[in-house]
Structure formats: C-alpha cells, structure tokens
C-alpha cells in the first residue's frame, strides 16, 4: 500500500509538497474609468467593483499600489459613441487621459491597455459594421491606431480583446513604425463567445444592440482551434497570448502552456460574479473558493492572471504565507 497520507499529515509538509503557489506578482486587476467627475458609481452585477472618474481613481490605484500585484487592465468609459469609435483613438479619449494621469501619479504601475472598439462603437460590436456585418480587415487600422495612441499615453502593454484576424501584426506593424518597437502586446488570442461576460458589459457599458458576438469570438466547443488562435497569434508577433474566460477553460489553458509562450488567463466577471452572489449568501467561504480557484488556474499552466478579485486575494496570500 502506498501511504499517500504521510506527505499530508501536518500543515508544514503540506506546505513543503505543494506542486503550485500563486504569487501576488501573477495577478492583474482591470478597473473601469469613466468621463465625468466626483464619480464612484458601483456596478450592480459585480459587487465591490466600481467604474470611477479619473478625479476618484486615485482610491483605487493606491490599493493597487500597496497590494504587489503585478499591474492593472484598464478600460475606458467614452460618453460620445459612434459608429467609427472616433473616442478609441482620439489622444485626448477617456482612456488616453486616464493612462496619463496614472503613469504620472504611479510610475511604477504597469498599466496593460485594453484594445477594442466595443466600449467607443455605438451599435457595441468590436468592429465596423456594415450591413450589420462586423468588417475585419476594416476595422484593423482602427485597432492599430487606437494601440498606437495608448502607448503615446504611456500604456505599458497593450492588450487587442477585439478577435479579428491579422490584428496582432497590423498593432505590431503600427506600434514598430511608431517608435514602440519596445511595448509588448498580450493578445487575447483564444477568446470564447462566452455568457460568462455579461456582468463586464453592464460596467464598461458595450453590450452589443444587436446580434451576438459569436462571428468573432470563438465557438467555446472548440479547443484544436484555440490552439491554432495561439499559435497564429505568437506567429504574428504576440509577446503574451492570453486564454479566456478560465475556469470552463482549464483544458485550454493546459494545452496552450504547453507552447512555451508567457500565457496569460483571464478569469472573467460572470465567474467572478457567480463567486461574489453565493459568498454573499453565505453558501461558500469567499476567500478559499477564490484561492482555489485561482491555484486551480495556474496548475492549469496560466503564468497571468487577470482577475476581479486580484486586491482580495493579495490580502489573502499573505495571511496564508
Ligand atoms: C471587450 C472585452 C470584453 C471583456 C474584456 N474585453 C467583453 C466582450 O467581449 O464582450 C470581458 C471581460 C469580462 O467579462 O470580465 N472586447
Ligand atoms: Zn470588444
């Protein structure tokens, strides 16, 4: 009989024989930043987290700064939508003001941009539409000028979530020509059409007015071609390559770590949300459900972990240390 119970019968071998740590430097944390001023409005479906005008920002970029994690995802709140989402690209748009005021308040904050025009569009797809068809090659020089105009900004890493064929290199190619031959991009390169994102598109307020997403993001029943979407993107240029949502995706994440490529996972709102809506009912213990979720997706193979609960769980390891 092989005595498995030998490694597990005190807290200090546990701690000793433990194959997977998360560490305060794998976590990223998105916040959402509005037009306006004095504004810290909740969002109803994602208790705790916040959209806040750049005067109030400061609340929770402190935290951040305090906490160790790695750095924080930025998306912006545009209160002028159209159809070109001129307000992605304009070097004086939400986001762009928004990167500014943080790298000068916080120089140390790594800031990864979020690229994609759902947030600016009026009709809320990633895209241009025409015909309500999403154009891709169309909406390509959109994305590359709006990756471009961020990392005027100051934005660290730039981040495409708009899932368009060939976006990767035509960023590259912008973001080379610019003189950023040195900022990185994270690509979200297996991106599922996912009902886990609805409480995201109440806080950054890009639901799609009609139609779904599903001819751009992928269909969540398939892994080969994820793995091709992984492999395209490190082909075209991608410096991180990212796998979302995550926990209906631990197969993918294995399978993508298996390439070798800095692999980053997105734990997206609803799987942050399902987690937060139960805790407060007190039918699971939010702090051990959120800590095994996340070793859960680092054993999986994710090196980044962009999650809601990233401040939350850098108080918690801690107190496990
Ligand atoms: C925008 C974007 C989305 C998310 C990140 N970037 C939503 C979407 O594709 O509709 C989802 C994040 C989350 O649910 O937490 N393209
Ligand atoms: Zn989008």
């Known amino acids: 009989m092989q005595r498995f119970r030998r490694l597990r019968s005190s807290k200090n071998i546990r701690r000793m024989v433990r194959e997977t740590r998360v560490d305060?430097?794998?976590?990223?944390?998105?916040?959402?930043?509005?037009?306006?001023?004095?504004?810290?409005?909740?969002?109803?479906?994602?208790?705790?987290?916040?959209?806040?005008s750049i005067d109030r920002v400061d609340e929770i970029l402190s935290e951040i700064d305090k906490s160790k994690i790695s750095g924080l995802l930025i998306f912006g709140i545009p209160s002028h939508?159209?159809?070109?989402?001129t307000g992605a690209y304009d070097d004086n748009g939400i986001t762009q003001r928004a990167v500014r005021f943080i790298k000068e308040k916080y120089p140390d904050i790594l800031i990864v941009a979020d690229v994609c025009?759902?947030?600016?569009?009026?009709?809320?797809?990633?895209?241009v539409v025409h015909n309500h068809k999403i154009l891709n090659d169309e909406t390509?020089?959109?994305?590359?000028?709006?990756?471009?105009?961020?990392?005027?900004?100051?934005?660290?890493?730039?981040?495409?979530?708009?899932?368009?064929d060939g976006r990767v290199s035509a960023i590259r190619e912008a973001l080379d020509e610019n003189g950023f031959i040195d900022t990185p991009i994270m690509s979200y390169s297996a991106k599922f059409a996912s009902a886990y994102y609805s409480p995201f598109r109440d806080a950054a307020e890009s639901a799609p007015c009609f139609g779904d997403r599903k001819t751009y993001q992928m269909d969540y029943a398939n892994g080969k071609e994820a793995i091709r979407e992984v492999i395209d993107d490190i082909n075209e240029g991608a410096d991180i390559v990212m796998v979302k949502p995550a926990l209906a995706y631990l197969d993918i994440i294995k399978e993508a770590s298996k390439l070798d490529y800095p692999l980053a996972v997105y734990n997206v709102s609803g799987e942050y949300s399902m987690v937060k809506a139960a805790a407060q009912n007190g039918w699971?213990?939010?702090?051990?459900?959120?800590?095994?979720?996340?070793?859960?997706?680092?054993?999986?193979?994710?090196d980044i972990i962009i999650t809601y609960h990233a401040l939350d769980a850098a108080k918690w390891l801690e107190e496990e240390e």
């Open 24 to 52: 305060k430097s794998d976590l990223i944390y998105p916040i959402f930043v509005t037009e306006g001023e004095n504004i810290k409005n909740p969002v109803d479906s994602m208790p705790g987290i916040f959209q806040y």
């Open 117 to 127: 025009l759902c947030e600016y569009t009026s009709h809320g797809h990633c895209g």
């Open 81 to 85: 939508k159209d159809e070109l989402a």
């Open 284 to 302: 699971i213990d939010e702090k051990k459900v959120v800590l095994e979720n996340l070793t859960a997706i680092k054993r999986a193979g994710a």
């Open 140 to 164: 390509l020089p959109l994305l590359s000028k709006m990756a471009v105009s961020l990392a005027k900004s100051g934005a660290d890493i730039i981040a495409p979530s708009d899932m368009m």
